[in-house]
């Protein structure tokens, strides 16, 4: 069993410590858990920390794999602890980010879109009541776009996740699918199947009916609770596994040393 997708204190807005979320996979029986917290927002600024609450300062970066590296080493042959991150998408941030994630010991970098020119979309504070939604969600699948072209990421996050904060649905034409699925699927990235969604909207990111188009195209797919409390690792596990089973889909990707690797889903024990 394996949850690639994890947060917890550094970042400022997720609870418990590195320690506690391995704990929490153990207790579950997870084989292979990856931390990957919110990588440093590296604007043009370079302020340290431009976002408080939100992801962790870049003063804290070499300190943040440090303690993952040395967690990996003491649970070896317990839990394969996977070191990892999960980083924006910045258009015109491409090369400061590119050295930052160029670190030998990083397995897995997940990428996700988070502002939509300058505005975080998640943040429903953020939203006014005539926002135009629609226009805001396909210059997102836009950034999404990008940032599997990009080159930075080994796995897309929760790409269809600002419905679950916009003001009311979201829609794209078609289109906008199509193109979002080639991009994917050219880019050679891993999708997730991300389970936080399951705690917002009652169905995963990306819903079901993606999953089943990005399968379709050849996109690799993998698994990630999004987990920000230690009780959410692996969440909803059982859930996705028979969705999985249902639709024909019979193996997952695990990256380890930015390299991917499809395992079986039948390695993967359905329940917990």
């Known amino acids: 069993m394996i949850d690639l997708h994890t947060h917890h204190e550094r970042c400022g807005h997720a609870a418990g410590s590195m320690a506690m979320y391995a704990d929490a996979a153990l207790r579950r029986g997870l084989r292979t858990l990856a931390v990957t917290d919110h990588a440093p927002l590296l604007l043009a600024s370079g302020v340290d920390d431009p976002a408080p609450g939100m992801h962790m300062p870049k003063s804290a970066w070499s300190g943040y794999l440090d303690e993952a590296v040395a967690l990996r080493d003491r649970l070896a042959g317990r839990l394969e602890l996977l070191v990892g991150v999960e980083a924006d998408y910045i258009p015109g941030r491409e090369a400061a980010y590119r050295a930052l994630l160029d670190d030998q010991r990083l397995d897995v970098v997940l990428g996700s879109v988070h502002y939509v020119d300058g505005f975080h979309v998640y943040d429903r504070t953020r939203w006014s009541s005539n926002a135009d939604v629609d226009g805001v969600y396909a210059r997102y699948l836009e950034l999404v776009r990008a940032a599997a072209a990009s080159g930075l990421f080994d796995v897309m996050a929760h790409i269809?996740?600002?419905?679950?904060?916009?003001?009311?649905?979201?829609?794209?034409?078609?289109?906008?699918?199509?193109?979002?699925?080639?991009a994917l699927r050219a880019a050679d990235v891993a999708v997730e199947i991300n389970t936080s969604g399951y705690r917002k909207v009652d169905e995963p990111f990306p819903a079901w009916g993606l999953i089943e188009r990005l399968h379709a195209a050849g996109v690799p797919l993998t698994f990630g609770s999004d987990a920000h409390r230690p009780d959410e690792v692996h969440h909803a596990w059982a859930t996705v596994h028979a969705g999985l089973t249902q639709r024909g889909i019979d193996a997952l990707a695990v990256v380890r040393g930015r390299r991917r690797e499809m395992v079986p889903l039948e390695a993967f024990a359905p329940a917990v």
């Open 160 to 182: 269809d996740a600002m419905k679950a904060r916009a003001p009311r649905p979201p829609s794209a034409p078609e289109r906008e699918w199509d193109a979002t699925v080639a």
